[in-house]
């Protein structure tokens, strides 16, 4: 499975957010990268396509603190783009 194989130019994608871990043994951090690379590449949508990656850790190998603070990350993401009030930038 690629899902690289199924972005498609011109289309307005939503805005992502990849994670990648450069010791995980399972996913090596270069393929989210190369899907966020994509869909950088690919959409019209003028949405934010970010790529996370740490360096330290692994596949879930990292102490629970630094998983949490990984989901809240992700959660203020979320937040951010779903247009959450305490989580847009102030004007």
Do not use: C
Request: positive net charge; aromatic residues 12%; glycine residues 10%.
């Amino acid at each position: 499975m690629d899902g690289v194989q199924h972005v498609q130019k011109g289309v307005k994608y939503p805005a992502v957010m990849g994670v990648g871990r450069w010791n995980d043994p399972r996913v090596a951090a270069w393929e989210p990268g190369k899907f966020m690379a994509a869909l950088q590449a690919a959409t019209v949508s003028g949405k934010p396509v970010l790529m996370k990656v740490n360096y330290d850790n692994g596949h879930f190998t990292e102490e629970k603190i630094v998983t949490f603070k990984d989901f809240a990350g992700q959660d203020a993401f979320l937040l951010w783009q779903t247009g959450h009030k305490d989580f847009q930038p102030v004007k």
